[in-house]
């Protein structure tokens, strides 16, 4: 299982490497890219609610674990082939 510290540290790896992508270089990111992004952003959020669902409805804590740790796998994946993804030379 991964924890919140995982997924946090590769957030932050995917927010650095965005933020060097677009401001550095000057390049507007591809629609491929901006709809990862949005991925993202979204299974981020979906991960946060279910962090605060199980915290709060502990009857349901089984159930959302597994949820829980489907969209952490699918997130962690995600944030690693972004980071991974070379950036092309200027």
Known sequence: ?????VLLASSGVLALSACANG??????PSTE???????IQRETALVDIYFAGINQERSFRSQLQQLLDNHLVHLTLWTKQVSATPNPSP
């Open 23 to 28: 401001s550095l270089l000057g390049s507007k």
């Open 1 to 5: 299982m991964l924890d919140r510290r």
């Open 33 to 39: 890219e901006l709809l990862i992004q949005e991925f």
